[in-house]
């Protein structure tokens, strides 16, 4: 992909209430393009991100053998009335249709997916089953200035399971926080699991929290793995471990990037879902929901993972694996070498399954190097006069200070080594 026809570039000007930083470095870099406080533009960087990160839910959902689906985000009033819900989710966004009808955008799809499934499921033979989307919610929040960490429109993927039982429910639950560990550490996040309060639903459900600076949740935590967040807790900093007797606990500022929990029968219940049993007893239905915010979790990254000068994106998540820089020359001869070296070194990675975004506009080499460290793609190779002297290119990594030639013949090979990098398609020796 050229850079000069890339739609959305890079920008020196920030939304006015971008104080935080994944805002900032998302919109300067040209990734999301802000339509009004907590609602953005995903623009062609920004989406492959997000395209990157969802794949990475996505498989992980696949493994724990849940199935995709794809619900409306428009709600008829009804559905909540069953569940009393209507007034009580205080971030719904209600709207009016023709002849006074009301209507929800989705912030959650309980009241969806309960009935759905009912519709289907009818033995105790059909059970457990799980079913998934990724899809955006809207949310009435009071306060969305953390750019992608808090939206009023979000991407989400929910997750919903249901068993005959509550130990079948707690099997699933456990595998589905180890697919929850694997999905941030894909991510690039470290990921730690928090007890926290269950809501209306139960006594507890677990959140997945990211440690950073500016992060709205408190966390109480022991190195241990003890940790509680702030409407739970019951312990505080300096505290010794209630868990091991032996760490002490500290206070840590996080983002929540993922919450599941268990729903009893909450659900189920208000819409009569029942599946015949054994001896054609009724039996009840146990339900969990699992959530993670695909966009959250890119902002998150970007709070965790960026210097001074930019993003660092971590390999699985970067909108291309490698920026090619041109340099132009005086000399045309020697401009046209370095444009066609660009060219069939472009084709080359691409074919052994390497995104390449080339720099290929005619502007010099400080705005260039500029650009690429702020969008922060992990590896930087550049072509110019003094590399190809040498018969080589430029190499550096976004996260490293040095450079280093690396020899053009031996692009390739290099790049099957590194292991930084993410592949559309394994080479037969990777
Ligand atoms: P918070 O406490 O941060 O408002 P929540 O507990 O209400 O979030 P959940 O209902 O648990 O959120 O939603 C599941 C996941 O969806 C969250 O863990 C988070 O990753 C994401 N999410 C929730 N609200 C937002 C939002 N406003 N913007 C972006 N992502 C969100
Ligand atoms: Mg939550």
Not at 370 to 392: C, H, M, Q
Request: proline content about 3%; charged content about 25%; aromatic content about 10%.
């Amino acid at each position: 992909m050229k850079y000069s026809t890339l739609f959305g570039k890079t920008t020196k000007s920030a939304p006015h209430d971008a104080q935080s930083t994944n805002a900032r470095l998302l919109t300067q870099a040209g990734f999301i393009n802000q339509l009004m406080a907590g609602v953005y533009t995903y623009l062609p960087l920004g989406l492959r991100v997000l395209k990157k990160i969802q794949d990475i839910v996505r498989g992980e959902m696949n493994a724990l053998g849940a199935q995709e689906i794809y619900m409306p985000a428009l709600h008829p009033k009804d559905i909540y009335d069953t569940t009393g819900r209507w007034d009580k989710i205080d971030v719904l966004f209600k709207l009016e249709g023709h002849g006074e009808k009301e209507y929800a955008l989705g912030s959650t799809h309980e009241e969806v997916v309960t009935p759905l499934v009912q519709q289907y499921i009818r033995s105790y033979k059909d059970l457990p089953m799980a079913v998934y989307q990724i899809q955006d919610k809207f949310r009435n929040e009071p306060r969305a200035k953390s750019g992608l960490l808090r939206g009023r429109e979000f991407s989400m993927k929910d997750l919903y399971s249901f068993h005959t039982s509550e130990e079948d429910f707690l099997q699933f639950y456990e595998r589905a926080k180890q697919a929850y560990l694997n999905v941030f550490r894909r991510c690039g996040l470290d990921a730690m699991i928090v007890e926290a309060g269950g809501g209306v639903f139960s006594k507890f459900s677990h959140e997945f929290q990211v440690a950073t600076e500016n992060g709205e949740d408190l966390v109480y935590r022991c190195a241990c793995g003890f940790a509680q967040n702030r409407e739970i807790a019951e312990v505080k900093a300096g505290d010794p471990c209630p868990s091991c007797q032996k760490g002490i606990i500290e206070e840590i500022k996080t983002i929540e990037v993922g919450n599941i929990f268990p729903l009893k029968t909450r659900f189920t219940d208000a819409f009569g879902f029942k599946v015949a049993g054994p001896n054609n007893e009724m039996m009840e239905v146990v339900m969990g929901c699992y959530g993670i915010g695909p966009s959250r979790v890119m902002g998150s990254i970007v709070e965790v993972h960026h210097d001074e000068r930019g993003m660092i994106w971590p390999k699985q998540t970067a909108p291309f694996a490698v920026q090619l820089i041109s340099l132009s020359s005086k000399d045309a001869t020697l401009r046209e070498n370095i444009e066609e070296t660009c060219a069939s070194l472009e084709k080359d990675l691409e074919a052994s399954g390497v995104e390449v975004l080339w720099d290929d506009r005619d502007a010099g080499a400080g705005e260039k190097f500029a650009d690429a460290d702020l969008i922060g793609i992990p590896l930087r190779i550049v072509v110019s006069e003094k590399t190809l002297a040498e018969e080589s290119v430029e190499w550096k990594e976004r996260s490293e200070t040095q450079s280093r030639f690396v020899k053009l013949a031996d692009i390739i090979e290099e790049i099957n080594e590194v292991t930084f990098l993410d592949r559309k398609t394994k080479t037969a020796h990777a």
